[in-house]
T-cell receptor
């Protein structure tokens, strides 16, 4: 069984730039959720994708957007980067309809905005 | 909105001893799940244990067990026979089908 993978591991950007983070879900899973974890805090829910559509969203502005592909992998895009966007971005996958509540996490992407 | 509170920023335990991490939550929903996740320095969030709110029986996974008090909205994690590899940040989380709401975490140190 293949676990959740994320790329890249680390990323450095400057304020105002755009970034794309990638996630491959665990085999057999069809739902992907994204979380932002600032240093010293718990993860905050950004949004979830199911059947290639946004299926729920947390309190994040529209410059945070995403995609899900037919193979259930997903991208997180952040436009007009701000210094406060510096964080660990976690992707989690689950199986909608059977055990949707249980989410399995990838290793994360560390984003630094200068 | 759901909130999850972990009132112990740091805890320490002697190797082979037992430690309990506290968590309280607030929700108006009746159907939900509760989780404990472990995040070691490698940053990978690892599922430790899961509890369905409709089940009265407390979940157990090997050395890990929970004390789930639904009326009090309390969900504590007990780690028995603590091992050096248990050292990590532990997060309590409330879950529905769509999202997890996390607490601020408890940093657990295991002393040899």
């Amino acid at each position: 069984e293949t676990g959740v993978t994320q790329s890249p591991t680390h990323l450095i950007k400057t304020r105002g730039q755009q970034v794309t983070l990638r996630c491959s879900s665990q085999s057999g899973h069809n739902t992907v959720s994204w979380y932002q974890q600032a240093l010293g805090q718990g993860p905050q829910f950004i949004f979830q994708y199911y059947r290639e559509e946004e299926n729920g969203r947390g309190n994040f502005p529209p410059r945070f957007s995403g995609l899900q592909f037919p193979n259930y992998s997903s991208e997180l895009n952040v436009n007009a980067l701000e210094l406060d966007d510096s964080a660990l971005y976690l992707c989690a996958s689950s199986l909608w309809g059977l055990s949707t509540d249980t989410q399995y996490f990838g290793p994360g992407t560390r984003l630094t905005v200068l | 909105a759901q909130t999850v509170t972990q009132s112990q920023p740091e805890m320490s335990v002697q190797e082979a001893e037992t430690v309990t991490l506290s968590c309280t939550y607030d929700t108006s929903e009746s159907d939900y799940y509760l989780f404990w996740y472990k995040q070691p320095p490698s940053r990978q969030m690892i599922l430790v244990i899961r509890q369905e709110a409709y089940k009265q029986q407390n979940a157990t996974e090997n050395r890990f067990s929970v004390n789930f008090q639904k009326a009090a909205k309390s969900f504590s994690l007990k780690i028995s026979d603590s091992q050096l590899g248990d050292a990590a940040m532990y997060f309590c989380a409330w879950g529905s089908a769509r999202q997890l709401t996390f607490g601020s975490g408890t940093q657990l140190t295991v002393l040899p």
